[in-house]
């Protein structure tokens, strides 16, 4: 029995809202087939909230009804014609009915530490995440040593001119910079499976980042590496 609060049984409610004298075949299939739309609408509401199983699109024909996960994106993509060999992001022949596979209340657990995100990275892109003691995520993260992060320099004299910036006891009327100093290190390297890399097309950067970008605290500095 599913006892999440939002599985309805539509039909079994169409039944119930009869009085029960009049609950007939035919009384209960005519309320059915009233709220058809409605349960259209619900389903896509589920997959919102639970997530979406389908399979990942790969070049082939699908039909009407198909639905689809699409790696470029993360979301899920329904077939609305007879027949089609088009990606999904074709809007003549796809319907995109959710714009993430992975659902709501799962996604709502995702963090920037680094088990949670090895994993929500892996499953956005359909790949595997391992736990540390089984062996290394797919993608997986290696943090790096910043050896030389940039600092500000304030001269504490009195009224000192370094440049056109003057700096007084209490503050300086711009920041004085070391520039031989200031490191463009990443803090850590996202290392991703050369083969799902490359086929996210030539956008690839972006599409990770995308997802990457929504974990990372906006401080830290990162690069993608393939291997």
């Not at 470029?72 to 809007?91: F, K, L």
């Not at 993430?100 to 209340?105: A, K, L, V, Y």
Request: proline share 4%; hydrophobic share 35%.
């Amino acid at each position: 029995m599913d006892t999440n609060i939002f599985s309805v049984d539509s039909d079994q409610m169409m039944s119930d809202l009869l009085p029960p004298e009049k609950r007939s075949d035919e009384n209960k299939s005519f309320l059915i087939g009233l709220i058809a739309g409605f349960k259209r609408i619900y389903s896509y509401f589920l997959l919102m909230m639970n997530g979406d199983s389908s399979s990942w699109w790969s070049a082939g024909t699908y039909t009407l009804g198909q639905r689809v996960k699409y790696k470029n994106d993360g979301a899920v993509y329904e077939c609305i014609v007879a027949s089609t060999t088009n990606i999904p992001t074709n809007s003549t022949d796809w319907l995109k009915v959710n714009k993430s596979f992975i659902g709501f209340g799962e996604s709502t657990n995702f963090s920037s530490g680094r088990l949670s995100f090895e994993y929500a990275i892996n499953k956005r892109f359909g790949l595997t995440y391992r736990d540390p003691v089984s062996g290394t995520s797919d993608i997986y993260v290696n943090t790096q040593t910043v050896i030389n992060p940039p600092f500000i320099v304030i001269d504490l004299a009195t009224t000192p001119t370094i440049g056109s910036s003057v700096t007084y006891s209490d503050h300086s009327d711009t920041y004085l910079i070391d520039a031989a100093t200031i490191s463009t290190s990443p803090d850590f390297i996202l290392y991703f499976p050369v083969t799902s890399y490359t086929a996210l097309g030539v956008d690839a950067e972006n599409i990770v980042r995308q997802f990457v970008d929504k974990y990372c605290p906006c401080s830290l500095l990162y690069t993608i590496q393939t291997y």
